[in-house]
């Protein structure tokens, strides 16, 4: 039918004609994300690591009074790339790309690594997780008075574990303490005081208190905060005498 009009073709085709116009073309407007709302939830973020979009979304609404929606915040964390799968690591050097893999067994091992003060001899370093369980049950043998410290274990005080989720951050706790009561002298280590400075303690969902995850402190500073870990190490169940930097230190 070439002198037929276009709605009569259309309706003798049965098709509609909005599906034989051409679409204009319109340009692709890119998603704007509010900067305000984005640096809250990136605040969030840091205080709670594993929290998905409906507990940050509760958390600015309820507790911090900030008017927004559920839909707002999963856009921005969607936009952003900071779902909990999304969110980065802390990077590792040794391992090939993001993703920690084995070729075979035996090839690579995880483990909690802490400091036993030795005296003039200055520390011993002791993983009493894998591969460093059997010399931790050897040093008892042989007398030694060493104490085993599971980062993510229950505290082993019944009041420390009321209080903390875990034994990581009643040692960081009992640390602070020491300090503040000024029990405890420390050496001219900027290293020392950066990775102090850079730890801090915010509320659990279930009100107990929460040291910062490792791997925000890695992000901070950098590095793995090796040395106040081996100090909090130290203190947490400690009564005894020992020399750290110089100073003999009795708790």
């Known amino acids: 039918m070439p002198a037929a009009s276009e709605p009569r073709a259309c309706r003798v085709l049965g098709v509609s004609r909005s599906s034989v116009r051409p679409r204009p073309e319109r340009p692709l407007r890119s998603p704007m994300v509010d900067q305000l709302l984005a640096l809250r939830i990136r605040e969030v973020i840091r205080a709670h690591p594993t929290f998905g979009y409906r507990r940050i979304w509760a958390l600015l609404r309820f507790r911090e009074g900030v008017e927004v929606n559920r839909k707002a915040v999963y856009r921005v964390l969607k936009l952003k790339g900071?779902?909990?799968?999304?969110?980065?690591?802390?990077?590792?050097?040794?391992?090939?790309?993001?993703?920690?893999?084995?070729?075979?067994s035996n090839e690579r091992w995880a483990m909690d690594v802490t400091h036993i003060p030795c005296g003039r001899d200055g520390w011993a370093h002791l993983a009493v997780s894998g591969i460093g369980a059997g010399l931790y049950d050897r040093l008892r043998e042989r007398g030694y008075s060493v104490v085993e410290f599971m980062s993510q274990r229950r505290a082993d005080d019944e009041t420390d574990a009321q209080r903390h989720v875990n034994a990581r951050s009643a040692a960081y706790w009992r640390l602070r303490n020491l300090l503040r009561d000024g029990k405890l002298a420390l050496p001219m280590d900027e290293g020392l005081r950066e990775e102090l400075l850079a730890h801090h303690f915010f509320e659990a969902p279930d009100g107990r208190l929460q040291l910062v995850a490792k791997d925000d402190v890695r992000l901070a500073i950098g590095r793995s905060p090796d040395k106040s870990d081996a100090l909090a190490m130290s203190v947490y169940r400690t009564e005894a005498a020992f020399s750290y930097g110089g100073a003999m230190v009795t708790f």
């Open 82 to 104: 900071w779902f909990v799968h999304q969110r980065r690591v802390t990077p590792r050097p040794r391992v090939r790309g993001k993703r920690s893999e084995a070729r075979r």
